[in-house]
């Protein structure tokens, strides 16, 4: 867990932002590859009998973590410039990650799938849950041991182990993404076809099967509540060159910030109907958001409205974008629901948007967010990555000084952040910890 307490007790062992509110964000943003499709890809690279150079990926701390985790697998892993990777797992594989990047990082837990499909075991750290609610990874567990693995759990390691895993029908009890990706990995090289009922519709699962599929293996349905992957006995030896798609999470995060700031932002290098919902609900909040193939225009001026938001898997609003738009209602006209189905707390940071003078209550799993005329600028402390964005975001409209602790989180999804920002007049700077 966290310990936001020592941390915000003066651990201030890292830098932190100062941001001016009040200034509108105009001008063009172009956004960065998707966090959370490149962390799969890599995983996935430890299927590949060749080089896999992945391109578009941002340069953010996760990104980096999981460098060192297929290092540590034994697997080539390096930047080829600004933003492309090359992987190569070609040699001999161990089938344990580094414990130290595991704790770190929970998406390490996606290398079990394809270390499971390529070695037949695959021995992880339990991973921890984090400060958005306990993250338990039982559904994948289910998953590997319906596809004929055995796993046992002791010593705070998870040790999972087959000599031939076997297709098989599987329905998840919610359609996690990382259990739908997992499954989906060990399932390509097992014996006959396996069927994933309930998966997750996340536009990066549709972005492994393609992914895999060009490295030979046989995926269909990815985007869709059922994915059929049947097992081949090898993948192709062919090397792969993938452009990930863009962040639609960080796509919406700039999309919320030009609204709260009365701003006029073009976004570049999007996707549109990857984040439908948020665009939606904008509109209904009263932003006139505008979309082409690639771009997304957001316009506010006047007094947004308040709205209910009800957080649910893709396609329904993200959970990763629950933090932010909170704080693009904290200073709506009325009272606003937002409603979080995904994850078990994700509303830490809601006291810290309290200290810049919102008015929110929390029962359950809902926000009840009266809107207020305006913030005013303090001291606040993110407790993990989306919590973070909403605080800058309440910062950029917020009077006055805003000083926010917790970049370290930041830097794990958002590559230039502040950069970005201030290209768009935001008037934010890094005090870098000596
Ligand atoms: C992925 O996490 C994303 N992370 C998260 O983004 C995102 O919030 C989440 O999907 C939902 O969209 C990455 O892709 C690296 P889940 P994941 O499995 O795969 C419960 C960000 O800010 N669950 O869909 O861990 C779980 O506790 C991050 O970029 C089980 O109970 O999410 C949670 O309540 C945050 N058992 C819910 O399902 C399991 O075995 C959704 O989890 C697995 C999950």
Redesign the pocket.
């Known amino acids: 867990m966290i310990d936001t307490e020592s941390i915000k007790a003066g651990v201030k062992n890292e830098d932190r932002l100062e941001i001016i509110g009040g200034n509108r964000l105009t001008g063009k943003v172009k956004i960065s590859g998707a ?2 499709a490149v ?2 890809l890599m995983a996935a690279s430890l299927l590949a009998n060749n080089n896999c150079l992945i391109r578009n990926v941002p340069r953010i701390s ?1 990104v980096e973590t999981m460098i060192g985790v297929l290092k540590g697998l034994g697997a080539e892993a390096s930047w080829q410039d600004e933003s492309s990777l090359l992987i190569n797992a070609t040699n001999g594989l161990g089938y344990s990650a580094p414990d130290e990047l595991v704790k770190e990082m ?2 390490s ?2 290398v079990m799938g394809p270390l499971l499909a390529r070695l037949g075991r695959v021995k992880l750290f339990q991973p921890g849950g984090c400060i ?11 998953g590997f041991q319906a596809l004929g693995a055995e796993v046992i759990e002791e010593h705070g390691y998870v040790y999972v182990q087959a000599k031939k895993l076997q297709g098989a029908e599987i329905h998840l ?7 739908t ?1 997992n499954i989906m990995a060990a399932a390509i090289l097992a014996e006959g076809t396996t069927v994933i009922r309930n998966a ?1 519709k ?1 536009p ?1 699962i549709i972005e492994e099967q393609n992914f895999y599929n060009r490295l030979g293996a046989k995926i269909r349905g990815a985007g869709t509540d059922t994915i059929r992957i049947e097992g081949v006995k090898r993948l192709n030896d062919r090397e792969i060159d993938y452009m990930v798609i863009p962040d639609r ?1 960080e796509a919406g995060t700039f999309m919320i910030a030009a609204a709260i700031t009365g701003g006029d932002v073009l976004l570049e290098d999007v996707i549109p109907e990857h984040i439908e919902a948020l665009t939606s609900k904008l509109r209904e909040i009263g932003v006139s958001v505008s979309t082409d193939a690639e771009t997304i225009r957001v316009k506010m001026d006047g007094k947004l409205k308040a709205a209910d938001i009800t957080v649910l ?2 396609p329904g609003f ?3 974008l629950q933090p932010q738009i909170t704080a693009l209602m904290t200073v709506a006209n009325g009272t606003s629901v937002i409603t979080e189905n ?3 707390s994700r509303f830490r940071y809601v006291d810290e948007l309290i200290r810049m003078g919102a008015s929110i209550r929390v029962e359950s799993r809902s926000a009840i967010v009266k809107g207020v005329n305006s913030l005013s600028g303090a001291s606040v402390y993110a407790p ?3 919590a973070g964005a909403a605080l800058v975001i309440a910062g950029l409209a917020a009077e006055g000084l805003t000083e926010l602790e917790g970049t370290t989180f930041l830097d794990r ?1 958002y590559v230039d952040l502040e950069a970005k920002l201030s290209g768009l007049g935001a008037a934010i700077k890094r005090i870098t910890y000596a």
């Open positions: 966090k959370n962390l799969k996760d929970r998406a837990v996606q958005i609610g306990q993250r338990p990874i039982d559904l994948h567990l289910k009890d919610f359609p996690s993404v990382g259990a990706e997750a996340e990066e999470i898997p893709y993200p959970t990763d995904v994850f078990g993990d990555l989306r999804g």
